[in-house]
């Protein structure tokens, strides 16, 4: 089983623990140069504020709305991270920081702990040693765990921030609900092509021929680790 742990609106996040005065107010973060939006609050992307956002544009928007916008600081979202990360190697010998606010870890032998009681244990630790909140998706893949962290974000009230795909069924049911654009490595552009095909959700593209989606991902991408095919591997293994 791997574990996906990913810090919540990661930037803002960092933000609110130094200024606690901040929960619950919408929060942006600007790029270098504080070009345009690279990270929002819940109560922002509620208000409707796309990443990507120029600032420039949005700043009557931001006024109006009382949005509390920040420049990014990189050294310490960097310092936070590190934080996050060395609560998360306790947990697992076997962890992959896959970015400056998630990472993977690789449960080997793993199996009879109860992965929810797990997955909440870890996330008060980094809560409570941070202050910083996550989400955590369990599953029998990096890809799965992709998608059970998606799910565990979505439905944070339902889920208590932790997600477990561990059978056909909950497989089956995940990628009913996925979103074809939302599966790690497909991407925008490989999705609208998709969706031309009426493959609109993550188990639609699972259920094609398998012949079908290698022609396509050798086609369409160079890069094998990176080609549909591949990913509907990962999607389907148990």
């Known amino acids: ?79 936070m991270s590190s934080r996050v990360m060395n609560i998360l190697s306790s947990y697992s010998p076997n962890i992959e920081v896959y970015s400056i606010d998630e990472a993977f870890l690789e449960l ?40 059970a962290n998606r799910i565990s974000k979505k439905f944070d009230k339902k889920t208590n921030g932790v997600y477990i795909i561990n059978s056909r069924e909950e497989r089956e049911k995940a990628l009913k609900w996925l979103k074809i654009e939302d599966v790690w490595g497909i991407g925008y552009k490989h999705a609208t092509r998709l969706k031309s095909y009426k493959i609109n959700k993550a188990y639609d593209f699972i259920k094609l021929p398998d012949d079908w989606v290698r022609t396509v991902s050798y086609t369409h991408l160079r890069a094998h680790e990176t080609s549909l095919h591949l990913v509907c591997r990962l999607l389907l293994e148990k």
């Open 108 to 147: 080997k032998g793993f199996e009879n702990y109860n992965l929810e009681e797990y997955g909440k244990e870890i996330r008060k630790k980094i809560l409570k040693w941070t202050g910083i909140p996550v989400s955590i998706g369990f599953a029998p893949t990096k890809a799965l765990a992709k998608v």
């Open 1 to 79: 089983m791997f574990a996906l742990v990913d810090c919540n609106n990661f930037y803002a996040s960092c933000e609110r623990v130094f200024n606690p005065k901040l929960d619950k107010k919408p929060i942006v973060i600007l790029s270098n140069n504080d070009g345009c939006v690279i990270s929002r609050s819940n109560e922002a992307k509620a208000l409707g504020i796309p990443m990507g956002a120029p600032a420039f544009k949005y700043d009557p928007f931001f006024k109006r709305n009382k949005v509390h916008v920040f420049s990014s600081n990189f050294p310490l979202y960097g310092d």
